[in-house]
């Protein structure tokens, strides 16, 4: 591969990256897409390119090896269903805006947190539609009843061939997990929490932005190299088929691991995930009496802490509801997972 000048690159949009070079690399005049969440800074990246006949590799990074951007990360993976098989998908990392909303659609139809606004995303679809369209037909007739308000949903009328489920890799920066204090003392020191909360407080005191070199939020997630995973969502009819661990958001919560090692700015080095459940299914999970899709793909639960009640999805208005206008008097906890991969 050769590297690239920074002169002769732009980002465009911030979605398009411009390769300005005396070489026709391909038919859009050197545009390239990006992946949303791309993370690229030409100021702080270095560009490397390599074409072979007609295809076309780029990579960037602070340090080598470098992560890939272009072609975007992409694979194929079977889930076994007890009455169809071997069921092929592809996983892919989202670079269109179409598909991009076709992915926050199934967030806000199926998680209790809004669609996030920035972000890698994962996204994933059955190779061969007949799978899905059987599978739908399935869903359906596990729902007895033909009034029941998840039927109203798009998804059981939806064109197959659609992105059914997705997940998101971003950093966390508005908020300071405990679950971090498992492996972030030991890197940063005892004292990073309080030396942070300090350098915050200071820099609120004086109203100013952080000068190069203080300590900040996003300055201890690079540091630990640690990237964050939410939004593990997958449409309704092709969910509860299967025992925990064997389905399609195991599936994702695996890939995301080869994703945010070689597909995301900055490299990773762990994935960081929060996830709210019950108190019983929670002290199992801790304990290790029970499996749930994360365990299943490699993900360690590090710390449980008391949480609200979760909103719960309305399937007829497409929102979510508060705990006391659905009625629920169920009590939650959030679990801390890390996922930590070799360096």
């Not at 996030?116 to 059955?126: A, D, K, N, V």
């Not at 869903?139 to 059981?156: C, F, G």
């Not at 820099?203 to 201890?220: D, F, H, I, S, W």
């Not at 979510?320 to 679990?335: C, E, F, I, Q, V």
Request: aromatic share 8%.
């Amino acid at each position: 591969m050769r590297q690239i000048s920074s002169s002769d690159l732009a980002i465009q949009n911030k979605r398009w990256l411009h390769v300005g070079i005396d070489e026709d690399l391909n038919s859009r005049g050197n545009y390239f897409p990006l992946p949303f969440g791309h993370g690229l800074s030409l100021s702080r990246h270095s560009v490397f390119l390599e074409k072979k006949d007609e295809h076309v590799s780029i990579q960037a990074g602070e340090q080598s090896p470098a992560v890939q951007l272009y072609p975007p990360f992409s694979t194929t993976d079977c889930i076994d269903h007890p009455k169809l098989g071997e069921i092929p998908l592809n996983f892919w990392v989202v670079n269109r805006d179409m598909v991009r909303q076709q992915a926050l659609s199934v967030v806000g139809r199926t998680h209790y947190l809004t669609p996030p606004q920035y972000g890698l995303i994962l996204g994933c679809r059955f190779v061969e539609e007949e799978h899905e369209e059987k599978l739908r037909d399935l869903a359906q007739k596990r729902e007895r009843r033909p009034d029941s308000p998840e039927l109203e949903s798009p998804v059981w009328t939806n064109p197959a061939g659609r992105l059914i489920g997705c997940a998101v890799l971003a950093e966390l920066l508005f908020g300071i997990p405990r679950g971090r204090d498992h492996f972030a003392d030991e890197e940063l020191g005892r004292n990073w929490r309080s030396d942070l909360r300090e350098a915050e407080e200071q820099r609120n005191e004086e109203n100013r932005e952080p000068e190069p070199g203080e300590l900040t939020r996003r300055r201890v997630v690079r540091k630990l190299r640690l990237t964050w995973a939410s939004r593990f969502d997958v449409e309704k009819p092709f969910t509860g088929y299967g025992e925990a661990g064997t389905g399609i958001g195991t599936l994702l919560a695996r890939i995301l691991k080869q994703v945010a090692i070689d597909y995301q700015l900055p490299r990773a080095k762990r994935i960081e995930v929060i996830r709210t459940v019950g108190s019983s299914k929670a002290e199992d999970i801790i304990e290790g009496k029970r499996e749930d899709f994360l365990t299943k793909a490699g993900y360690d639960p590090l710390k449980k802490t008391y949480s609200r009640p979760q909103w719960e999805p309305n399937f007829r208005t497409g929102q979510n509801t508060p705990p006391a206008l659905a009625s629920s008097d169920k009590t939650y906890r959030k679990l801390y997972y890390c996922a930590e991969f070799a360096p």
